[in-house]
């Protein structure tokens, strides 16, 4: 897990201590210089990363959720 990748679930997690206030994807870009779609690519990356789920248990099983919530409308 990279710095970048630090910053990204920092972001994150700070987001879902707040609430929704629409500003997530500007801010994951203010910290990590990644476009909204490359920031999303990482999270979904990191979701298969022990080390990310090691430094961010709470954050990672959120993501993962909404993750697989979305999958099953789609499906």
């Known amino acids: 897990m990279t710095p970048q990748d630090e910053q990204l679930l920092e972001a994150i997690g700070e987001h879902?201590?707040?609430?929704r206030d629409g500003r997530l994807e500007s801010v994951m870009?203010?910290?990590?210089g990644l476009s909204a779609v490359r920031s999303w690519q990482r999270v979904n990356a990191l979701l298969d990363d022990a080390e990310?789920?090691?430094a961010y248990p709470i954050v990672m099983g959120v993501l993962r959720s909404r993750r697989d919530r979305g999958r099953r409308c789609a499906a």
């Open 16 to 19: 879902l201590n707040r609430g």
């Open 29 to 32: 870009a203010e910290r990590t």
């Open 52 to 54: 990310a789920w090691a």
